[in-house]
C-alpha cells in the first residue's frame, strides 16, 4: 500500500496532476488533484518485479518521473512514514518536483492470517493504526480515549454548503478537548493552528455526545459529513475537506472518537445506578473519562 500525500514543485502550482505507479504490469492511479493528495492506492508487486516507476501525470501527459529499485523499497522502507523523492522533471514549467509517499509493504498471507480485507479496508486500517501511533507518541500512560481525541487534531477545509458540489471553502483547524478541561468531550474549530496553539476560544463547538453521524461523502472522495444537534436540539452539518490525511482515516477515528465516549458515559450511568464498577473491559478502555457527578 502507498499513501500518496503531496506532490511538491515550481511553477505550475495550481494545475491538476495525478500520481500513477507502475510495478511491471500491474498499475494505480490518483485521483487529479492540485498537489495536495492524502490518498491510500493497494499496488500488488509480484516476484521478480525489480522497479517501482512513479509518474507525475497532467493529463495523460507525463511531465515527472522517478525510479525506484523494488528491493530497495521492500529493505529500507518499511516503516518509514512520508519520505521525501526527488522526480526528474519531463516538462520546463515543472521544476523541483519531489513526492512525498508512505509505504506499507505486507505479505498476502500476512494479511490473510490477520482476516483482514482486500482494498480499501485493510489500507484505511493501516492509516488508522498509524495516526493513532502518531498521537499515542505524544505521552505516557494515555488511555484509549486519551489517544482517539488526540488523533483528532489537524487541519482541515470547511465547505458553505455540506452536500453541494461546489462551495466556498475556509480553512479551520479541529480539535478535541474534554475533561478535565471541559466537562463534556467537545470538537473544536479555529480560525488556523496559532490560534488554537494560543488558546483562544474556538469559533464553534459541537458536543460529541450530540454527534449523530460521520459520514464519507459518496462521491467526492475528500469530503466527509459530520452531523449534529446543537443546543435548540436543531440538526446541523458540517461538512470538511481532507488537508494532512486521507478522509476516511477522519472518519474513522472521529466515529471511533464518538462510540468510545458514548460508552463511557453508559458505563459511568451503570456505576451510579447500581453501586458497582463496570464491567473490566469497559473499565479499560473507559479509565481516563472524569464524567462530572451533576447531570447533563
Known amino acids: 500500500m502507498v499513501m500518496v500525500h503531496e506532490v511538491t514543485l515550481d511553477g505550475a502550482q495550481k494545475v491538476l496532476t495525478s500520481v500513477r505507479i507502475r510495478a511491471g504490469d500491474n498499475v494505480v492511479q490518483t485521483d487529479p488533484s492540485k498537489g495536495v493528495f492524502q490518498q491510500p492506492l493497494h499496488l500488488d508487486v509480484v516476484q521478480g518485479t525489480h522497479e ?3 509518474d507525475l501525470l497532467q493529463g495523460s501527459r507525463v511531465v515527472a ?3 525506484l529499485k523494488s528491493g530497495k523499497v521492500l529493505r529500507e522502507e518499511k516503516g518509514k512514514t512520508e519520505s521525501q523523492y526527488k522526480m526528474t522533471s519531463k516538462h520546463k514549467h515543472f521544476r523541483n518536483v519531489c513526492a512525498k509517499l508512505t509505504f506499507h509493504v505486507t505479505e498476502v498471507e500476512d494479511d490473510l492470517e490477520k482476516g483482514m480485507l482486500a482494498g480499501t479496508t485493510a489500507e484505511v486500517g493501516l492509516l488508522v493504526r498509524e495516526q493513532l501511533q502518531k498521537a499515542r507518541s505524544a505521552g505516557e500512560g494515555l ?8 488523533a483528532c487534531e489537524g487541519p482541515l477545509e470547511t465547505i458553505s454548503a455540506p452536500w453541494a458540489k461546489s462551495g466556498t471553502y475556509s ?3 479541529v480539535s478535541v478537548f474534554g475533561p478535565p478541561t471541559s466537562r463534556r468531550y467537545i470538537l473544536g474549530l479555529w480560525d488556523d493552528k496559532l490560534s488554537f496553539k ?5 469559533r464553534l463547538e459541537v458536543d460529541l455526545l450530540k454527534v449523530q453521524s460521520v459520514q464519507a461523502d459518496p462521491v467526492r472522495h475528500h469530503i466527509f459529513v459530520l452531523s449534529y444537534f446543537d443546543e435548540h436540539r436543531i440538526c446541523q452539518y458540517l461538512s470538511f475537506r481532507r488537508k494532512d490525511r486521507a478522509r476516511d482515516v477522519w472518519v474513522e477515528i472521529l466515529q471511533q472518537s464518538v462510540h468510545k465516549i458514548h460508552e463511557a458515559r453508559r458505563a459511568h ?3 451510579r445506578a447500581t453501586g458497582h464498577s463496570p464491567s473490566q473491559k469497559t473499565t479499560s478502555s473507559t479509565s481516563s473519562y472524569n464524567c462530572p457527578k451533576s447531570r447533563g
Not at 488511555?143 to 488526540?150: F, R
Not at 494560543?198 to 474556538?202: A, E, G, L, S, Y
Open 143 to 150: 488511555s484509549e480515549i486519551d489517544v482517539l481525541v488526540a
Open 65 to 67: 518521473t522517478t525510479h
Open 198 to 202: 494560543n488558546r483562544r476560544p474556538p
Open 52 to 54: 517501482l516507476v512513479i
Open 171 to 173: 480553512q479551520v483547524y
Open 269 to 271: 450511568k451503570e456505576m
